[in-house]
Structure formats: structure tokens, C-alpha cells
């Protein structure tokens, strides 16, 4: 059965750093991409980033590139969001999410098999 916990959530002020973890299990991803999303009252979830298990290929919402570093470790089978330089508008709940490499678009959240049950990031002005 396969478990995506995501931690690292929390309140920062803007300009902040903050660091997701997304801890998988339950099957090997050397086929999956792994992706973040948000989503806040009211709205459609937002992809952030993606990052594919087995060439570390990345993708970034443009609102966050320059900004949001997604990285995976093999060994921990773990996924990271670094978030620098925080902003209000990044408060959301964050999600992590697999699929399949070959199932088509990484930033759609539509097509994603698995989800984490998210954690608040709440950024402060």
C-alpha cells in the first residue's frame, strides 16, 4: 500500500525558509514522478513542482522557479521542497503526489495515483 507523509509545514514570516519532506513507501518510484501542489479555501489545486525519481528531471510553476527547490533522496526514499524567500500568497496547504512517468503531464494534478494528506504552510506579512 502506498503512504506519502508529508511534514515541515508551519508559520514563517515573509522572507522566510521553509523545508517540506515528503517520506514514500510502499512500492519502488523508479517509474513515478513525484510533484507538489497547493491548494487554498475555494481554489483549484495549484502544482508547484515535479520532480522525476530516476533522472531528477525538475518542472516549476513559474509563480515559484527562482524560488522553490524540489529535490528527491534515493537512499530515504524522501522528497523535498525548499522554499525560500517566502511570500503571503504561498500560504496553502501543500500536497505531495505520485504518478506514473508515462501517464502524461507532470503539472496536473488530475493525473496523479497517489496523494499525502498535506501540511499548512502559513506565511505571515
Known amino acids: 500500500q502506498v503512504q506519502l507523509v508529508e511534514s515541515g509545514g508551519g508559520l514563517v514570516q515573509a522572507g522566510g525558509s521553509l523545508r517540506l519532506s515528503c517520506a514514500a513507501s510502499?512500492?519502488?518510484?523508479?517509474?513515478?514522478?513525484m510533484g507538489w501542489f497547493r491548494q487554498t479555501p475555494g481554489k483549484e489545486r495549484e502544482f508547484v513542482a515535479a520532480?522525476?525519481?530516476?533522472?531528477?528531471?525538475?518542472s516549476y510553476a513559474d509563480s515559484v522557479e527562482g524560488r522553490f527547490t524540489i529535490s528527491r533522496d534515493y537512499a530515504k526514499n524522501t522528497v523535498y521542497l525548499q522554499m525560500n524567500s517566502l511570500q503571503p500568497e504561498d500560504t496553502a496547504v501543500y500536497y505531495c503526489?505520485?504518478?506514473?512517468?508515462?501517464?502524461?503531464?507532470?503539472?496536473?494534478?488530475?493525473?496523479?495515483?497517489?496523494w499525502g494528506q498535506g501540511t499548512q504552510v502559513t506565511v505571515s506579512s
Open positions: 520532480i522525476r525519481w530516476s533522472f531528477g528531471i525538475t
Open positions: 503526489a505520485a504518478k506514473l512517468v508515462a501517464s502524461g503531464t507532470e503539472n496536473k494534478w488530475r493525473g496523479y495515483d497517489y
Open positions: 510502499g512500492r519502488t518510484f523508479s517509474s513515478y514522478a
